[in-house]
């Protein structure tokens, strides 16, 4: 690949991440709306407390996504600011890891996903995988599982 491709196919990568991720922050949003409607449609009824539970567990719930939308909102901010343009000679945010057994993309926690056909794991800086590799250069190796895994290419 040239200089020019590497980039491009980065910059595909992080555009992946970004739509994945108001993916995610579009179903939190959703989760957390159905759980205040949730909360404000419970009735008052005969049964004394019932209401109340189930007032307080749809505000727990709403509790819970809308910290998972600022955790959401907190990735994108972060890959938002990581630069894929330049070619990195070391493992590093931003970068593109090609091991034999593996492609990583550290820039924000996607998981392994599909890439164009391509397995890709998608990793957040601060992951304990990322903080393992991270500095590694082309031809290093580090130990994953017990493997030894080497890094084919960086950039």
């Known amino acids: 690949m040239t200089r020019n491709e590497k980039i491009a196919f980065k910059d595909s990568l992080k555009q992946f991440c970004i739509t994945f991720i108001q993916q995610r922050i579009q179903t939190t949003q959703a989760l957390i709306n159905n759980a205040q409607q949730a909360a404000n449609s419970e009735e008052k009824s005969s049964a004394g407390d019932k209401y109340e539970t189930a007032r307080a567990m749809g505000h727990i719930e709403k509790d819970m996504h809308t910290s998972q939308l600022m955790q959401h ?83």
Do not use: W
Not at 111 to 131: C, D, I, T
């Open 73 to 155: 909102v907190k990735e994108l901010a972060g890959l938002q600011q990581v630069d894929v343009h330049k070619i990195y000679s070391v493992a590093t945010a931003g970068a593109f890891i090609q091991c034999s057994s593996m492609a990583l993309f550290v820039a924000a926690g996607a998981g392994r996903q599909l890439f164009n056909g391509k397995a890709v794991l998608f990793l957040s800086p601060g992951a304990p995988l990322a903080k393992l590799i991270n500095g590694k250069k082309t031809g290093e190796k580090f130990a994953l599982n017990g493997t030894n895994i080497i890094i084919d290419d960086v950039f």
